[in-house]
């Protein structure tokens, strides 16, 4: 597994809708759960999975109608990062929040 060079909001957005399941997402589903555009999507899932934390398949379900869709996992070593990364970017947040609200006044 690779380290990433760069991990902005958007990484955090997908990495933590990832982690919040034990099963694949699809694109289009980790796009709705994230508010983020497919063009911002895609791309981070293509760079994560040639960095070797996320895996993807292609959906077998012959009952479903509409096109097949590519789904998503988090690999282990993925997975532990992930959660580092998450932890640290709540940590991050969580410093630039004012304690009460007469703080940012």
Known sequence: ?????RIGKATVDV?????DSDQPRWGLEIIKLTGRPSGSVYPLLDRLEH??????????DSD?????????????DGAAEARRVIARSAAKSAAWRPSSPRAAQ
Do not use: F, K, N
């Open 1 to 5: 597994m690779e380290p990433l060079g």
């Open 64 to 76: 479903r109608r509409g096109p097949r869709r590519r789904m998503y996992r988090l690999t282990a």
């Open 51 to 60: 960095a070797g934390w996320v895996t993807s398949t292609w959906d077998d």
């Open 15 to 19: 990495l933590a809708v990832l982690i």
